[in-house]
C-alpha cells in the first residue's frame, strides 16, 4: 500500500523553464515532507522540506507548496538548470510512523540545454 | 562534513550465498535505516534502528536480518540471498527528532544475485 505517490515516472523540461514535481499521499497524520534528489551511482541528498503547518518553503530555486486538504504537495524548480537532471523522491513521516519515511517512487527529471 | 558509508559499491552473490552490507556512519547518530531503490518502486524500508542493539521491521524485511553492536555501524545480512534480492541497497542515519530531520545516505551497494 503505497501512502507516498509520484505519478509522473519521468519529467522533460527546458533550461531556464519552471520545472513542477508532484507528490499525493494518503495518510493524514503525516506532518513533514521532505524532498530528496537523487544522481545515478549515488545517495539520495537532502533538498527542501516543509512542515505541516505551513503551506510554502522556499529555498532559492526550490520551493515546494503542500496542499493538506488536497492531499497533494509539489516541488518547483524556478530556473532550470541541466545540473537538475536528477531522479526527485518526495518523503513523508508523521506522529504515528515513529522515526521512519514513507518514499515515493521518483520522478526522473531532465533538463533540455 | 556528515559521512555515510557502505563497505561496497558493486556486489555479485551466488544464490544461497550469505550476504552482509556493512553501513558507517561519524555522526553519532541515533536512527540507522536499510532502504532498497527498485525501478518504479522507489525506496521501500527493510529495517531501522533507534539505537544501540535495537531493531524494527520495515515494510519488507523478509529475507533479511540486521544487526547493530556499535552505535556507527549497521549491517543488513541476507540470510540466503536470492535473485529477487538483486537490487541498490541504501543505508541512511538521522538524528531523532521532529519529522524533518533529514537522513542522510550513504552512495549505495548495488547487489546483484546470479
Known amino acids: 500500500d503505497q501512502q507516498v505517490k509520484q505519478n509522473s515516472p519521468s519529467l522533460s523540461v527546458q533550461e531556464g523553464r519552471i520545472s513542477i514535481l508532484n507528490c499525493d499521499y494518503t495518510?493524514?497524520?503525516?506532518?513533514?515532507f521532505l524532498w530528496y534528489k537523487k544522481y545515478p551511482a549515488e545517495g539520495p541528498t537532502f533538498l527542501i522540506s516543509?512542515?505541516?503547518?505551513?503551506d510554502k518553503n522556499e529555498d532559492g530555486r526550490f520551493t515546494v507548496f503542500l496542499n493538506k486538504s488536497a492531499k497533494h504537495l509539489s516541488l518547483h524548480i524556478v530556473p532550470s538548470q541541466p545540473g537538475d537532471s536528477a531522479v526527485y523522491f518526495c518523503a513523508a513521516s508523521g506522529r504515528n510512523t515513529g522515526n521512519q519515511f514513507y518514499f515515493g517512487t521518483g520522478t526522473s527529471l531532465t533538463v533540455i540545454p | 562534513d556528515v559521512k555515510v558509508t557502505q563497505s561496497s559499491r558493486y556486489l555479485v552473490k551466488r544464490t544461497g550465498e550469505k550476504v552482509f552490507l556493512e553501513c558507517v556512519q561519524d555522526m553519532d547518530h541515533e536512527n540507522m535505516f536499510w532502504y532498497r531503490q527498485d525501478p518504479g518502486l522507489g525506496l521501500r524500508l527493510i529495517y531501522f534502528s533507534y539505537d544501540v542493539k535495537m531493531k524494527e521491521k520495515g515494510d519488507i524485511p523478509e529475507g533479511y536480518s540486521v544487526s547493530r553492536e556499535k552505535k556507527e555501524r549497521f549491517s543488513l545480512i541476507l540470510e540466503s540471498a536470492s535473485t529477487n534480492q538483486t537490487s541498490m541497497y541504501l543505508c541512511?542515519?538521522?538524528?531523532?527528532?521532529?519529522?524533518?530531520?533529514?537522513?542522510?545516505f550513504g552512495p549505495g551497494t548495488r547487489l546483484t544475485v546470479l
Open positions: 495518510n493524514s497524520m503525516f506532518d513533514y
Open positions: 516543509i512542515s505541516s503547518i505551513k
Open positions: 541512511a542515519s538521522r538524528t531523532p527528532g521532529t519529522g524533518d530531520n533529514e537522513q542522510f
